[in-house]
């Protein structure tokens, strides 16, 4: 497994921008198809976007096209999430996650995971 350290989360006002980044440790991060999940209180966690090996392929929820922007950096360990143009219900603990094997967006197929940052957006 890879452990994961989230961070670049924080309050910003509707409309603005944030970028996450995710730290990975160990040298077979290349390995790894990364990917990006939500969650608020009371409810699932909720699939933001992924990340092929390469960096070459990318998978988004329906609701982040065209907002929100997933990279990676394999040299640096690191995996990026950009978001543009937030809103209030961007609101939420983002948690990086890796798996092997395929993108997928269900939280369950992923092996390893961060212990998240808190996005808040105000109106």
């Known amino acids: 497994q890879v452990q994961l350290v989230e961070s670049g989360g924080g309050l910003v006002q509707a409309g603005g921008s944030l970028r996450l980044s995710c730290a990975a440790s160990?040298?077979?991060?290349?390995?790894?198809?990364m990917g990006w999940f939500r969650q608020v209180p009371g409810k699932e966690r909720e699939f933001v976007a992924a990340v092929s090996w390469s960096g070459g392929t990318t998978y988004y929820a329906d609701s982040m096209k065209g907002r929100f922007t997933i990279s990676r950096d394999n040299a640096k360990n690191t995996v990026y999430l950009q978001m543009n143009s937030l809103k209030p219900e961007d609101t939420a603990v983002y948690y990086c996650a890796a798996k092997t094997g395929g993108m997928v967006r269900s939280p369950g197929e992923y092996n390893s995971w961060g212990q998240g940052t808190q996005v808040t957006v105000s109106s």
């Open positions: 160990g040298r077979t991060f290349s390995r790894y198809v």
